[in-house]
């Protein structure tokens, strides 16, 4: 099981690597994204080395033994490293010291050459179960010990530096990205902090099972987690970008017959043609805009008096929170269409140029709320009593 788990989790960083790569042609000098990808390089290496299908071929291969086993940890440091010096940045507050990713490369350089001293020319024969086989050999019991404290060591401050500044995150793909890394650092650590408690105890002549019951898979699920949050900042908005284009298509086709009502009766609100080439996004914004345009040119045809028996209505009919307020906001739109075609003149308002309702601070948003609005522009009683029924609309003359 553990084999598939790290065979498919190898591949699919490997094509990560792949993908991020294209990226390398707008920002080549850029340290936070060539630590990205060499992370997801070396991720892939160390779960294809480690592999209990692929790890005796290396060995066969090399004819060094031990080989394979090392070069895999090594890897699995790596990307620890990487992902630090990735997080270092990614991080980074201004007027803060500069991250320094050498000093945590030199750090992996040294703890690899330490392995390497006491794996190679002293390793036994490979094993599917070499942790359970040669835990209690002092040697190898140490190189257990010192990779895994040192990995530990690396998801602790990726832990750290994921969890400091997860609340301040602004965008909910940096927070996602953060929340992800934190994840797959709590899984790793399990996962070390098994094998260093294992090996420790075996080391002192006991034994606490066998390895399996520490779960290593979460080792090759933890790490990948860590990886993936460090993608999921810049990929994320890509990824959503065709179920955004979706949403936002069905927005503009559901505005607009609240649109075609008011600028039907007041077309100075429609700006200048996109033409239909104009991205969605484009389009639906400009949607919006005349809808709020239109809310601020017919505020001065609806009386205070329409407007008090509009929203005493909402609230005699039970509805609240957004419900009421798109519903009162709707009949307002209605009663001012009503005022306007029968000729009465506009009052004077305070503060003309502010758009009634609440206002949202992105498209998203904006467009979410004035879906309600046009729906209750369409469905709503009370609407159509306000566009129908003459005592609430009453003339300021």
């Known amino acids: 099981m553990n084999n598939i788990i790290y065979c498919t989790a190898g591949i699919i960083a490997a094509l990560l690597a792949v993908y991020k790569a294209r990226d390398l042609r707008r920002a080549p000098h850029s340290v936070p994204l060539r630590a990205v990808i060499g992370g997801l390089i070396s991720l892939s290496a160390a779960l294809l080395l480690v592999a209990d299908g692929i790890r005796p071929i290396v060995e066969r291969a090399v004819a060094v033994d031990g080989f394979a ?5 090594a890897c699995a440091l790596l990307t620890t490293c990487c992902i630090q010096i990735t997080l270092s940045y990614f991080t980074h507050a201004p007027g803060d010291p500069p991250p320094h990713p050498r000093w945590r490369l030199a750090g992996w350089a040294i703890t690899v050459t330490v392995l390497a001293i006491l794996i190679f020319g002293f390793a036994p024969p490979d ?18 010990i010192v990779m895994s404290s ?9 832990l750290r530096l994921s969890l400091r500044h997860v609340r301040h995150a602004t965008s909910p793909y940096v ?14 650590l399990i996962y070390t902090a098994g094998k260093i408690a294992y090996t420790t105890a075996r080391l002192a002549g006991s034994s606490l099972g066998t390895e399996a019951a520490f779960v290593p898979s979460f080792g090759a699920i933890g790490i990948t987690l860590l990886v ?36 039907a009766e007041i077309p100075q609100v429609v700006p200048a ?8 996004s484009l389009r639906l914004y400009q949607r919006i805009i005349e809808i709020r345009d239109a809310q601020i040119f017919l505020r001065g045809y609806v009386t205070p008096a329409a407007a008090e028996a509009i929203t005493t209505a909402a609230h005699q009919a039970g509805l609240r929170g957004d419900q009421l307020l798109a519903t009162t906001e709707a009949a307002k739109l209605a009663a001012g269409l009503t005022a306007r075609k029968s000729g009465t003149k506009p009052i004077e308002v305070e503060n003309p140029a502010s758009p009634p309702g609440p206002t949202a601070a992105d498209l998203h948003n904006e467009a979410r709320w004035l879906l309600k ?21 009453e003339d300021p003359e």
């Open 150 to 158: 040192v990995l530990a060591f690396g998801l602790l401050d990726a």
């Open 273 to 280: 043609a996109l033409g239909g080439h104009a991205p969605i």
């Open 175 to 188: 927070r996602a990205g953060l929340i992800t890394v934190a994840t797959g650092a709590g899984l790793s």
């Open 69 to 73: 086993r090392w070069a895999g940890h």
């Open 373 to 393: 609005l046009a729906r209750a522009f369409t469905h709503s009683p009370i609407v159509e009593q306000a566009r129908t029924h003459p005592t609430l609309i």
């Open 127 to 144: 094993s599917d179960n070499f942790v359970d086989a040669y835990a209690a050999s002092p040697r190898i019991g140490t190189y257990l």
């Open 228 to 263: 993936l949050g460090t993608i999921i900042p810049a990929a994320g908005p890509r990824a959503v970008a065709p179920f955004r284009w979706l949403w936002q298509h069905a927005a503009y086709r559901r505005l607009q017959p609240l649109t075609d009502a008011l600028t």
